[in-house]
């Protein structure tokens, strides 16, 4: 093989990155109708029990609670997807100015961003459907470490063009 072979080689291997943007799009597609289907089925469950009571709200605000989860989750992916094809296949994608990614670090910049909405939303399902008992203190310490680690992490590793 010549020499001026093996960079080509090497520079097309990026097209092997569009295995992880199909497979992250296509578990956000997954996670997302999935959200939608669990939306339907909490807010039948609630309608045909007949019964309204505050124990039903509860129930029903804990279960949007986990959906909102999904949503999030659906939406991780469908940024690493989006950020994955922007960085590897096509820069040039139609996107919001808030959603373009130009560096990896971009791309993580996003999916941390969307990691800390995450925990918070983890955080409240559980306060929410907190039954007086277990202690939520450890958790919630320990939600609140990650996030002020990923803030930290966040602001303390920006680009140099101040992004």
Known sequence: MSRNKFPKIIAGGRFFIIIAVLCS?????VILIYGGFLTFHSITQIITQGEVSSKMGKKLVVSMIEVID????????????????ELFIDEHIEVPKWLEIRTIDDLKARLISVVVVVLGVVFLGQAVSWDGETNLL??????????????????????????
């Open 25 to 29: 799009f296509l578990a956000a597609i």
């Open 138 to 163: 450890p958790f919630g310490a320990s939600v609140g470490l990650v996030i002020a680690s990923l803030t930290f992490f966040l602001n303390t590793h920006r680009d140099p063009r101040g992004h």
């Open 70 to 85: 999904l949503f999030l989750l659906g939406t991780v992916f469908y940024i690493t997807s989006l950020g994955l094809y």
